[in-house]
């Protein structure tokens, strides 16, 4: 019954967070922006969070990669810092030009969270 209620709340927030963006995404080129989050082995983290901020218009995306460790994002043309993370992970941030005539790929390596790790 629980499950049931939060999964409709977390429905009916996804559905505003997308109408509420939708103006945003109007009249403007928008480019794909695609790539894989792996461990420093090469295997996928399929818990990781994408969060991307666009430099100029102050407006914020989130995303979450599937049990490949893979995402797709849509996102107008600009300049966008993105940061990865996962638990157990040491974030990474970089910055990506998005262009609607180019793709973009990246694959990005977390690293141990060295903070939280325990020495014997």
């Given amino acids: 019954m629980y499950a049931g209620k939060l999964l409709t ?20 080129t928008v480019g794909n922006f695609r790539g894989v989050v792996v461990d420093k082995t090469g295997a996928p983290i399929a818990r990781a969070h994408v969060w991307i901020h666009e430099q100029s218009a102050k407006a914020s995306f989130a995303a979450k990669v599937d049990q490949a460790g ?32 180019k793709k973009i790929k990246l694959e990005v390596h977390l690293g141990p969270n060295i903070e939280n790790s325990q020495i014997d």
């Fill in 70 to 101: 893979a995402f797709v994002i849509s996102l107008p043309d600009g300049d966008y810092d993105v940061m990865f993370s996962a638990p157990g992970f040491a974030p990474f941030c970089r910055t990506v030009w998005v262009e609607s005539d």
């Fill in 9 to 28: 709340l977390l429905l009916m927030i996804a559905s505003s967070t997308l109408v509420s963006s939708a103006p945003y995404f109007q009249a403007q």
